[in-house]
């Protein structure tokens, strides 16, 4: 089984896909620490937002298979930077979560994920049981 590791920013959906992904079961703790879950590793938001924590993210890759960019579709920035998927050497695959929001954007958050290297983009969706198939797909 593979080990997947997300990363995105605070409030994109991590937590909420592993949920889904798990079957449920998933309860987030808030603190500013590296979660495991199963096959999933979930990482704070802030490791991606304040650039000193890069190092965390990239050595905590280091136990994982796949790494999921999930980028929020009803966000107008990003904070992935320009060519960050490579630093990590592992298959990478950008995910735009909240896809059933009214608001979302989806040709914006996919051009976030392209701008940082992702060359797989995947929509998910985790309010209808049909919105997570191609992110299972993938993790298969």
Do not use: H, W
Request: some cysteine; aromatic content about 10%; overall charge positive.
């Amino acid at each position: 089984m593979k080990k997947v590791m997300l990363i995105g920013e605070t409030g994109a959906g991590k937590s909420s896909l592993i949920r889904a992904l798990s079957g449920g079961e998933f309860v987030p703790r808030r603190g500013m620490a590296v979660e495991y879950y199963g096959r999933f590793i979930n990482t704070p938001g802030e490791f991606l937002e304040n650039r000193r924590f890069y190092y965390a993210l990239i050595t905590t890759a280091a136990d994982c298979d796949l790494l999921l960019m999930v980028q929020d579709a009803t966000r107008s920035t990003s904070l992935f930077p320009p060519r960050f998927a490579p630093i990590f050497n592992r298959r990478v695959v950008g995910v735009i979560s909240k896809s059933d929001a009214p608001e979302a954007r989806f040709s914006r958050a996919e051009q976030f994920l392209l701008s940082a290297g992702a060359r797989e983009i995947v929509r998910a969706n985790v309010v209808s049981p049909d919105g997570l198939d191609a992110l299972k797909t993938v993790l298969s």
